[in-house]
């Protein structure tokens, strides 16, 4: 055994530097030798003495000697240290020479596959396919001085071209950012404009990082209220864009035109689309665009419902009907799209007041919402409420019908008081009053209400006017016509009131207040009376002596001839030709007219200067 050769598995050992070092060397001596306040230079001389001798130093004399057993135990750790140690040593190069040998059989399977398949292990061969890894033999190249410098140049010129980009990126970033601190600048300040010109700025419902501006009405329906909610983008340059949503459909507006025959006889102003607007603006051209599609949809749910009114839904247009066979066409058109009539501005006044009132009547029925949502709730239960149908044609053919209806009568009664005139009989017309006339000092509005208030109040009422008319005889007429199309009463009614100055005249008999539902009834009560009157006013005063009336309810006239022993008659009756008069005397007839449009046959002889004419 003696004979036996002790090989090391450690590594050879290397020179270490900082064995030498004097940090090094002091915690040694102070490992060894303890602190330097033990030794002295007697201790050192003495040391040396004993070495020079071949005695044994005891360096360990000063300190209390430790026990055998504490010796065994750290020896025993220190030896399965080592071990530890060995081992791990051990398999690292066991892995490391597996590796390699892996990767000489890998390099020799592109040359010799079978002798090199018996070194390869198990896992190389099932992972990598043989010949995946080769080598080739290159000739080193040779660097000389001047290629280490033009390397060296290289290197230099990479690090001044990559510090130029990072001096070049910092200054673009610099710029960008402040260029981004302009846009944040020019958008915050827009926000700001539109929160202080009052509207209502929040984050939108369903994206709480985004500011959005609530433009439309709180009590316009579900539909139109939730597409009153833009959000407020800023584009490319800073400014606010208005994000509308997928619903929206573009600016529109509120058509009105009269039309008669298909031809457009009048129409309101066209207005621009004004893309270079300020945001304020935009927003109020979006709400007021909303408003009139609520305000059109509003318009379709009610003619529906008119038909009997004859309102008709056509082709994207709420046909009404007008004076003269004309029609109002209301539709929905699209900014900048509509098409130039040659209508003047005197024209389109109608167009225009329409179209403002049709807005006041939507904005009432939003106040109304607000005073309904204002009151306690109703109780709960399983029948679901009903959604309101607003008010807003119905108030516009109350006009129209009670204007034409009061035009018609004021025409007729004008008609007839120019024939009276022609004939020398007097006639006297006046209108006492009219709803449709606004006089913001009357007694009906408190100070405190108004103009819009007052307005609308005037325009959804039953309206009516009153028309005076007093006869030659003192006879008096107060007609009152009255307009509704609400239920019960559904069109124009007149209601007549007479009072005659002649007690038991047959004007007086009749019935002091009657009612008329047509013009043509009511026109024929009024001639029918006027003639009675004219008849009573010719006996009254004394201008045809002789005669008497043939009936007290008929305008007749009759005297005895006493050369022919018959009878002269005398007719007076009005019409829509005007006033006309016949007679029958000794086998003779006549009759003479006077109407609006000439004054007599007879050029301007008066009814008595007729009848001393042609019966004496």
Not at 44 to 60: M, P, Q, V
Not at 188 to 214: F, H, I, N, Y
Not at 355 to 363: H, I, K, N
Not at 504 to 513: K, L
Request: include cysteine.
């Amino acid at each position: 055994m003696g004979d036996e050769l002790a090989i090391s598995l450690r590594a050879w050992p290397s020179n270490d530097k900082t064995t030498e070092s004097l940090p090094y060397l002091i915690a040694r001596i102070n490992d060894q030798r303890g602190s330097f306040r033990n030794i002295t230079e007697a201790s050192l001389e003495e040391e040396i003495r004993l070495a020079e001798r071949g005695e044994e130093t005891d360096l360990s004399a000063d300190e209390d000697a430790v026990p055998d057993s504490q010796d065994n135990d750290a020896k025993g750790e220190k030896l399965a240290i080592a071990r530890e140690d060995m081992i791990k040593r051990v398999g690292e190069a066991y892995n490391t020479s597996s590796q390699a040998l892996d990767l000489v059989s890998l390099l020799l399977t592109s040359h010799t596959p079978k002798v090199a398949e018996a070194t390869v292990s198990p896992y190389v061969n099932q992972t990598i396919p043989f010949g995946s890894l080769g080598a080739e033999i290159m000739q080193a190249t040779k660097e000389v001085e001047s290629e280490e410098t033009s390397h060296d140049l290289v290197g230099l010129g990479w690090r001044l071209r990559s510090l130029t980009r990072s001096a070049d990126s910092l200054l673009s970033s610099a710029t960008r950012l402040e260029k981004e601190m302009e846009r944040e600048s020019t958008y915050w300040q827009q926000v700001l404009q539109v929160k202080e010109a009052g509207w209502p700025v929040s984050r939108l419902p369903g994206d709480r990082q985004t500011l959005g501006v609530r433009f439309g009405f709180a009590e316009a329906h579900a539909d139109f209220r939730d597409r009153g909610l833009a959000a407020l983008r800023r584009d490319a340059d800073g400014n606010v864009d208005l994000d509308h949503g997928r619903r929206w459909q573009g600016e529109k507006r509120l058509s009105v035109r009269l039309v008669k025959d298909g031809r457009v006889l009048a129409e309101q102003p066209m207005q621009s689309s004004g893309d270079d607007k300020t945001l304020s603006e935009r927003l109020l051209r979006a709400r007021n665009s909303l408003f009139d599609e609520e305000l059109f949809h509003e318009l379709n749910r009610e003619a529906r419902n008119l038909v009997s009114q004859e309102v008709h839904c056509m082709g994207g247009h709420v046909k009404v009907p007008y004076h003269d066979d004309c029609q109002l066409e209301i539709s929905l058109v699209d900014v900048g799209m509509e098409e130039p009539t040659n209508s003047s501005n005197e024209d389109s006044i109608i167009p225009a007041a329409i179209a403002t009132t049709l807005r006041l009547l939507l904005s009432h029925a939003h106040r109304q919402n607000l005073q309904r949502r204002s009151q306690p709730p109703a109780p709960i239960t399983d029948t679901p409420t009903a959604r309101p149908l607003y008010s807003l044609l119905r108030p516009i053919l109350e006009i129209i019908q009670h204007q034409s209806a009061r035009n018609t009568v004021q025409s007729e009664f004008d008609s007839l008081r120019i024939a009276l005139s022609s004939a020398d009989q007097a006639l006297t017309v006046a209108e006492i009053s009219s709803s449709l006339g606004f006089d913001r000092g009357s007694d009906s509005f408190p100070t405190a209400t108004s103009t819009a208030e007052a307005l609308v109040k005037r325009l959804i009422r039953p309206h009516h006017s009153q028309i005076a008319l007093t006869l030659s005889n003192q006879t008096a007429f107060l007609l009152d016509i009255r307009t509704s199309v609400f239920p019960p009463t559904y069109g124009t009614s007149f209601q007549l009131t007479t009072t005659s100055s002649t007690p038991g005249s047959a004007v007086a008999d009749m019935p002091p207040v009657m009612h008329f539902q047509t013009i043509e009834k009511l026109r024929k009560h009024v001639c029918n009376v006027t003639s009675l009157d004219i008849v009573a006013a010719l006996l009254q005063s004394g201008s045809v002596p002789g005669w008497t009336q043939t009936s007290r309810y008929q305008a007749e006239l009759q005297r005895k001839n006493m050369v022919s022993r018959t009878k002269d008659r005398l007719s007076i009756f009005i019409d829509a030709g005007g006033l006309k008069v016949r007679w029958a005397c000794n086998d003779k007839t006549g009759s003479r007219v006077w109407s609006s449009a000439s004054m007599s046959d007879d050029g301007a002889l008066s009814l008595i200067d007729v009848i001393k004419k042609e019966l004496g």
